[in-house]
T-cell receptor, first 114, second 113 residues
Framework: DSGVTQTPKHLITATGQRVTLRCSPR?????VYWYQQSLDQGLQFLIQ???????AKGNILERFSAQQFPDLHSELNLSSLELGDSALYFC?????????????FGNGTRLTVT | AQKITQTQPGMFVQEKEAVTLDCTYD???????LFWYKQPSSGEMIFLIY??????QNATEGRYSLNFQKARKSANLVISASQLGDSAMYFC??????????FGTGTRLQVFP
């Protein structure tokens, strides 16, 4: 058990809808990352937060947004969903977000857009 | 831009044998870190081992070791005494810009009896 909690585990929704994925980092970790894993794109970095502030941004679509709250949990909002958004979404956390601090991953949220 | 390459889409190894999973990287940074993760069929991502660019010795963690050749920009994972439970996808990753990790495309390892 990595200590990172993601909810829900599975999500099935229709095109055009909006969903929110939630992540609680490991106790003490200040940095949260979001990754998207699809069959054809591999593991793609979306966004990173450190202690509530956005630190790095990847190829995150404008339809997607995220935030990290004062209690350090994070939410990833996906809107106007398309079939191609179907993927496994991982949240990860690390102590400092840099250097040798590894990322510890949650079990992921599997999103299916129909 | 920094890049991680894993050229082996799949590998087979017999139980109790050693196996090497290849990883090459490209970066212009002098300071960087390399990570290996395991993803079993259940889907979770498990951190295995870390190697820093300035580390003088190759990293080891139990049955996992990293064959780090800085001049060749390679960081191959060596699994000794393979077990059936080692069957999984293995990802090499590099810390880019001191913050985010970028991942290779992975190698699927299958261990057979």
């Amino acid at each position: 058990d990595s200590g990172v909690t993601q909810t829900p585990k599975h999500l099935i929704t229709a095109t055009g809808q909006r969903v929110t994925l939630r992540c609680s980092p490991r106790s003490g970790d200040l940095s949260v990352y979001w990754y998207q894993q699809s069959l054809d794109q591999g593991l793609q970095f979306l966004i990173q937060y450190y202690n509530g502030e956005e630190r790095a941004k990847g190829n995150i679509l404008e339809r997607f947004s995220a935030q990290q709250f004062p209690d350090l949990h994070s939410e990833l909002n996906l809107s106007s969903l398309e079939l191609g958004d179907s993927a496994l979404y991982f949240c990860a956390s690390s102590a400092t977000g840099q250097g040798k601090s590894p990322l510890h991953f949650g079990n992921g949220t599997r999103l299916t857009v129909t | 831009a920094q890049k991680i390459t894993q050229t082996q889409p799949g590998m087979f190894v017999q139980e109790k044998e050693a196996v090497t999973l290849d990883c090459t990287y490209d970066t212009s940074d002098q300071s960087y870190g390399l990570f290996w993760y395991k993803q079993p069929s259940s889907g979770e991502m498990i951190f295995l081992i870390y190697q820093g660019s300035y580390d003088e010795q190759n990293a080891t963690e139990g049955r996992y070791s990293l064959n780090f050749q800085k001049a060749r920009k390679s960081a191959n994972l060596v699994i000794s005494a393979s077990q059936l439970g080692d069957s999984a996808m293995y990802f090499c990753a590099m810390r880019e810009g001191q913050y985010k990790l970028i991942f290779g495309t992975g190698t699927r390892l299958q261990v057979f009896p």
